[in-house]
């Protein structure tokens, strides 16, 4: 299947599966940082690599990047990438007064969040799974903090013989704490493979 | 009035001094930084995969693997007037950003764009005379016409040059 090929019903569902997949992200994001977190519509797209680099920011912004697998029935890659402000939010949520600064990556930091990539991620998969009935699995994640496009380039290397296109979902949260509210965005990255792609629209009963 | 020219991915380009060439946020991605300092023509290239067995003529796909891509960009630097007896090679890029992805294909890509590259200078008898490649990290990458000098960038380990 190509991406480049879609139609409006088929970027339909893509766009349906990341609402829920944002939806199912906030209650998770909630529960793991204790706190109220709301989220925006979620801007689904379906962008090629110098566009996905332009949306995040430019190629040298500096961002964190959680790279899992897609296992089983759907194979492929999710990204989950975030500004470094996300990262030191959850961080200090998470750990307190253990937290100094997100600038030098520690071992503690790290697996914090490589959890929160997990969350993520899972948020997503969990509603591909649902609506589909497939069985997906995630590796466990793998961080970078480094350039936006030396980050995004991994996929696009990967991929590049198969498609450019990439589905870029874009999530605004609000972080409700008590009297002030702080917005954060985070970026996920779709990347299934095309036979993948497909056996999720022939599961959903669209035609290919 | 010098300018600077941006190299994309899979893409390539040269100029002549006084202007410079930059190609950003480098992962495993390699560059390739050929110069002739008497013409001071500079040429830049930015591969992303090793190699191509495709013969087609789509120049986006030429510039996209460093087999196809370094012979296209010495064709493109001799046409500005560089000799090739003179040119020489510095070469950036090649890391290894995730760790541990339990995937060798994705782990070792860099390593083999940069094993590609050496390669392809080889077969053109072209020298390399810096190699900043492998490692964790990205890397922007700017490359000056008029000294043929070679910059590097990063986002966590400050600047350096060749």
């Known amino acids: 299947m190509d991406y480049e090929k879609m139609d409006s019903l088929q970027i339909d569902v893509l766009r349906e599966i990341g609402n829920i997949g944002s939806g199912n992200a906030a209650t998770s994001l909630s529960e793991f940082l204790s706190c109220p977190v709301n989220i925006g519509v979620p801007s689904v797209q379906i962008l090629d690599y110098d566009q996905v680099v332009e949306a995040l920011g430019g190629p040298e912004t500096m961002m964190v990047g959680l790279l899992l697998q897609l296992e089983d029935d759907i194979k492929g890659m999710i990204m989950f990438l975030l500004h470094k402000e996300f990262a030191h939010m959850a961080l200090s949520a998470l750990m307190g007064d253990m937290y100094n600064s997100f600038d030098e990556m520690d071992e503690i930091s790290a697996s914090a969040m490589q959890e929160v990539g997990n969350i993520m991620a899972a948020s997503y998969v969990n509603a591909i799974a649902e609506m589909t009935g497939l069985s997906i699995n995630i590796s466990v994640p793998s961080i970078c903090m480094d350039m936006a496009g030396a980050i995004v380039s991994v996929p696009a290397v990967y991929y590049a013989d198969i498609s450019d296109k990439i589905i870029f979902i874009g999530d605004d ?13 985070s970026h996920i990255l779709m990347i299934p493979e095309s036979d993948s792609l497909e056996k999720i629209m022939t599961s959903l009963g669209i035609e290919i | 009035m010098s300018k600077t020219v941006t190299v994309g991915i899979s893409d390539l380009n040269v100029v002549k001094a006084p202007d410079t060439l930059v190609t950003y946020a480098l992962g495993s991605c390699v560059g390739i930084c050929m110069y002739d300092p008497v013409t001071k023509v500079a040429g830049l ?3 992303m995969l090793p190699s191509s067995s495709l013969t087609g003529s789509d120049p ?5 693997f460093a087999n196809t891509a ?6 493109k630097m001799e046409s500005a007037g560089a000799q090739r007896p003179r040119i020489k090679a510095k070469i950036a890029g090649g890391a290894q950003m995730f760790a541990a992805t339990g995937n060798s294909a994705i782990s070792n890509i860099g390593q083999r764009n940069v094993a590609a590259v050496k390669q392809a200078l080889a077969a053109l008898r072209i020298p390399i005379i810096a190699d900043d490649t492998g490692k964790n990290y990205g890397r922007t990458l700017y490359l000056t016409a008029e000294d043929g000098v070679m910059r590097i960038k990063s986002v966590n380990r400050g600047e350096w040059t060749y």
């Open chain 1, 173 to 185: 949260f609000v972080r409700d704490d008590d009297h002030h509210a702080a917005n954060f965005n």
């Open chain 2, 45 to 47: 290239s930015h591969i």
């Open chain 2, 60 to 64: 986006k796909q030429t510039m996209r």
């Open chain 2, 70 to 75: 370094i012979p296209m960009l010495l064709k």
